[in-house]
């Protein structure tokens, strides 16, 4: 598959774009991917000859509809090797997921005292839920510390354990270093202490083959939008036997089984978790993006992605006054930098000009920025279907900000 990658770009019509009339290059994907043709025909397909409401009637288009959404969700079952389809819950991204397992699951059982384990890495959305939850019941959420170059402080972590930690949520990719966390060595240890784990499998699910089962995680969430799907489209997955006894996260049609004004009896999973019309041209754009990536293969992207981020990371040391931030031995295609003194937000606006589009800012995790004492910093996350000439585009463009700040 190697030698395909060229023609594998033609499949994502928005890279032939220009951008101020030079040739787009796009360096953003951690943020979002971008689509290929099949995720985009097969919403289009849905739309022009299926579109009608799931689960509520018997004419041909709703079961033709119906019959769509539930095998998308029997791919992401296949894809994350779930033990049933009855675990896979669509929500609309890994924030909604984190949401739902934090007042359904987390809170009824929370008690003053209780501990809520996150790393110091983690991207807001896994981050907030658990502090609203926690102040509510008088509970506390504490980080696990990282070490400089940006990996988890494994001793430091083995020493929170104990019976009074009620979660643990961890990223399995951190979104703004790259860092591929131990997250198996991590679930075996809090395992040791009954202590439940939710991944946030959002910056992994393009880059890392998921098994739940493997992993014995009780939760995972991950965003269709990082992983060439649609935005607006996401998974939870949940050990079934937690989902049977959570009650809804949100109310209304699709996830009753009766109403009546004295009662309601709610649906079994994973109906009871999807109120209302759900994002179903978006599940089945996400199925289709989830085919497209096992055709290609995850041991290939892995590959491919591991030889543009050491292209990237020898190029950019070069840079006098450009500094990496998070050089974790395990990571993904990302990588953050600052650039002497010059702001991430100039430097991204300048290179902008010359059609490279990186991310500047805090990435969504404030209290990573804090660890290392910055406000923010650059970075530039590649995807398969960029190339060794893109990220020698970003390094011209760096260059050339920099003489012109120098200036």
Known sequence: MAQNWQKIREDFPILSRTIKGMPLCYLDNAATTQKPKAVLQAMDDYYQKHNANVHRSVHVLSEEATALYESARKKVKHFIHAHSHKEIIFVRGATEGINLVASSFLAPKLQPGDVILVSMMEHHSNIVPWQWVAEKAGAKVVPIPITQAGELDLDAFASLLNEKVKMLALSAVSNALGTINPIKQCIAQAKKFGIPVLIDAAQASLHQKIDVQDLGCDFLVFSGHKMLGPTGIGVLYGLEKHLQIMPPYQFGGE????????????????????????????????????????????????????????????????????????????????????????????????????????????????????????????????????????????VQAILHAKRLFSE
């Not at 993904?332 to 059609?355: C, K, M, N, Q, R």
């Not at 490279?356 to 995807?383: D, E, N, Q, W």
């Open 255 to 394: 996830m009753i089984l009766s109403v009546g004004f004295d009662k309601t009896t709610f649906n079994e999973p994973p109906y009871r978790f999807e109120a209302g019309t759900p994002a179903i041209a978006e599940a089945i754009g996400l199925g289709a993006a989830i085919d497209y990536i096992e055709h290609i293969g995850i041991e290939n992207i892995y590959a491919r992605e591991k030889a543009l981020l050491d292209y990237a990371t020898t190029a950019l040391k070069k840079i006098p006054g450009l500094r990496i931030i998070g050089e974790a031995q395990h990571k993904v295609a990302v990588i953050s930098f600052t650039l002497d003194d010059i702001h991430p937000h100039d430097l991204a606006s300048l290179i902008d000009g010359e059609g490279v589009a990186i991310r500047a800012g805090h990435h969504c995790a404030m209290p990573l920025m804090k660890f290392y004492g910055l406000p923010a910093t650059s970075r530039a996350s590649m995807c398969f279907y960029n190339t060794e000439e893109e990220i020698d585009k970003l």
